[in-house]
């Protein structure tokens, strides 16, 4: 049988993890006695269409240090891909550039906008009769793929969240004074991370006191009113609020205007800040907001070792399901038992994935809407154990990094 090559990708947002799922590609690119040449698209899909591509033999031998760098080695990219019938032009580009390196396997690592690359892709494929096998590889600190128990990036991200917010709760207790202390997660409109904040509460701390989810009503003067109550029996509230939180018209609290990204999502920003100036105006009190922003998805010192080997797995597992002849799909893991903690892996057809949400329960939430439940903590705990073994250098953590020269 003739051999083909191999060709992969990241796209989207980075995350702690999305290194790792390309290693696993890597790795059982290398591995597979059916692909002979193994490439990297610079910059996503924006790198097929402008044939920037690198042969990834290089790096055969490095694929450990890979696994443990944060953000993405190939470089990301936020391009929607049209139509194949508004677009016809971009997919001859992308066939043609696949017919000239003789790719006969393509995986895409991202979110859910990547997964609409693969369902475009996959189906124009099919379309034209073309020899390709198009696989998604999910990850996403936003935890909000469908059909996967839990995306590769949100483990890593929950457990820099809950040790941060710990970590503030340490800062925040030593003054005898009444204080808010606000702090703004991630999550337009899912609320995995703010709820991943739960997780840092202990024998002696309840921080985060109150937590808001995108996926509750909020009332501004409920949120005052929940304030009010914790500060008559402790002096430092601790807030975990999500960024996409919304009014009871489904308005963003935080979207101050009309602004729109390519994908068409609004553009948010001040959540925290705005919360701060109510408490300030209504209560009086020492106010302080806190935007966790990137640093949710970068902080490799501190990655979920489970997070790390579970994207890494996911990565090989496509490559496998791609060789063996499946196209269309993602990989996937699917929860077996919470303890002991254990995941079975699979592939799902990528229709049902690309352009869907996966929102937490609402029986998750509880009845008030400014905290979670037992449900929500024994979902989140396993998914943070362990730590990743991070090189070091000059007393700093020691990266893989390629060149946009090369």
């Given at each position: ?277 109510l408490v300030t105006d209504a209560i009086g009190c020492k106010v302080r907001s806190v935007e966790l922003n ?87 705990k396993p998914l943070i154990q362990g730590e990743m073994s991070v090189p070091y250098e000059n007393g700093l ?10």
């Amino acid at each position: 049988m003739k051999k083909k090559n191999l060709l992969v990708g990241q796209s989207g947002g980075p995350t702690v993890a999305i290194n790792a799922s390309l290693s696993g590609v890597l790795e059982m690119g290398f591995e597979m006695p059916e692909v002979d040449k193994v490439y990297g698209a610079r910059n996503g899909i924006q790198g097929v269409l402008e044939e920037h591509i690198c042969d990834m033999e290089p790096y055969k031998n490095r694929l450990a240090e890979l696994q443990v760098t944060p953000s993405m080695f190939l470089g990301s990219c936020r391009y929607k891909l049209p139509e194949p019938s508004e677009g016809q032009e971009i997919y001859e580009k992308i066939f043609e550039v696949f017919s000239k390196y003789q790719i006969g396997y393509f995986f895409y690592i991202g979110g859910n906008d990547s997964m609409d690359t693969v369902l475009k892709l996959s189906g124009y494929a099919e379309k034209i009769g073309y020899d390709i096998a198009i696989m998604g590889v999910p990850k996403t600190i936003d935890n909000d793929l469908m059909e996967i128990d839990h995306t590769p990036g949100f483990g890593s991200a929950a457990k820099y969240i809950a040790s941060s917010i710990l970590e503030m709760a340490h800062d925040t207790y030593i003054y005898q004074m009444k204080s808010v202390l606000i702090v703004e997660i991630m999550g337009r409109n899912a609320g995995w991370l703010t709820a991943s904040s739960v997780l840092a509460r202990n024998e002696y701390s309840d921080a985060p006191h109150l937590i808001y989810l995108p996926e509750k009503p909020f009332r501004t003067s409920q949120f005052i009113l929940d304030v009010r109550r914790e500060l008559e029996h402790r002096d430092q509230v601790i807030v975990a609020v999500s960024e996409g939180i919304r009014d009871t018209e489904g308005m963003y609290i935080s979207a101050q205007s009309s602004r729109v990204d390519q994908f068409g999502h609004v553009m948010l920003s001040g959540t925290g800040k705005y919360l701060e100036s109510l408490v300030t105006d209504a209560i009086g009190c020492k106010v302080r907001s806190v935007e966790l922003n990137v640093l949710q998805r970068c902080a490799s010192h501190i990655a979920s070792k489970t997070d790390i080997q579970e994207a890494a797995q996911l990565g090989r597992e496509a490559v496998k399901r791609a060789v063996e002849g499946q196209t269309g799909c993602m990989s996937r893991l699917t929860r077996v038992s919470d303890d002991p903690y254990m995941v079975e892996y699979s592939m799902a057809p990528i229709a049902r994935i690309a352009n869907e949400e996966k929102k937490i329960p609402q029986e998750w939430i509880n009845e008030a809407g400014n905290d979670v439940t037992e449900d929500m903590i024994s979902y989140l705990k396993p998914l943070i154990q362990g730590e990743m073994s991070v090189p070091y250098e000059n007393g700093l953590p020691k990266y893989l990094y390629l060149s946009q020269k090369e």
